[in-house]
């Protein structure tokens, strides 16, 4: 199994420009999260999809963020315009049922200059 | 709400010596543990977990944890540590839903 595949694996942008991260979760996967991680808060959940339904987006920053998983093997997400503040790694994890282990991705280190 | 706390940011260790990982949580029921390890610049990698039953969990190079529900705590330990065990340890809670609470991490350093 290639487990959580993430691309790119680093991204560095201007501000206001528009950045897409992509993910696909393991196969057979029915949970897909995506996390956030900086220095300052950590790791924080941004979003969490269950047979590719959002559920809960209460962690995505504003609305300048959104995620989109059209099939069960793929998932994005996009910032738009992005800004200085955005610069942290953001993983995609994904699972099999809501309450197992989490499987992480290497992760995208995206940089906004 | 859930939550974890790992009291140590920083841990150095001879190498060969034993290594203990502390971890507390606050969850109102029985909780479902985590710890993980992310070694640098790469993903989270998932050391052991426990759900239910025995208290003292068996994972992956070597670790072990030990749940104690009087202390609301899930101690991660490795008897003998090895240089590529420097990395950054993960303790995390979960429910029956989906979300996991992260603690802040602890960074291990392994000296020669």
């Known amino acids: 199994d290639a487990g959580v595949i993430q691309s790119p694996r680093h991204e560095v942008t201007e501000m206001g420009q528009e950045v897409t991260l992509r993910c696909k979760p393991i196969s057979g996967h029915n949970s897909l999260f995506w996390y956030r991680q900086t220095m300052m808060r950590g790791l924080e959940l941004l979003i969490y999809?269950?047979?590719?339904?959002?559920?809960?987006d209460s962690g995505m920053p504003e609305d300048r963020f959104s995620a989109k998983m059209p099939n069960a093997s793929f998932s994005t997400l996009k910032i738009q315009p992005s800004e200085p503040r955005d610069s942290a790694v953001y993983f995609c994890?994904?699972?099999?049922?809501?309450?197992?282990?989490?499987?992480f991705g290497p992760g995208t280190r995206l940089t906004v200059t | 709400a859930q939550s974890v706390t790992q009291p140590d940011i920083h841990i150095t260790v001879s190498e060969g010596a034993s290594l203990e990982l502390r971890c507390n949580y606050s969850?109102?029921?029985?909780?479902?543990l985590f710890w993980y390890v992310q070694s640098p610049g790469q993903g989270l990698q998932l050391l052991l977990k426990?759900?239910?039953?025995?208290?003292l969990v068996q994972g992956i190079k070597g670790f072990e944890a030990e749940f104690k529900r009087s202390q609301s705590s899930f101690n991660l330990r490795k008897p003998s540590v090895h240089w590529s065990d420097a990395a950054e340890y993960f303790c995390a809670v979960g429910s029956n839903d989906y979300k996991l609470s992260f603690g802040a991490g602890t960074t291990v350093t392994v000296r020669a």
């Open positions: 999809f269950n047979n590719n339904v959002p559920i809960d």
């Open positions: 994890a994904s699972s099999y049922g809501t309450a197992d282990e989490q499987y």
């Open positions: 969850y109102g029921a029985t909780p479902y």
């Open positions: 426990y759900f239910s039953g025995d208290t």
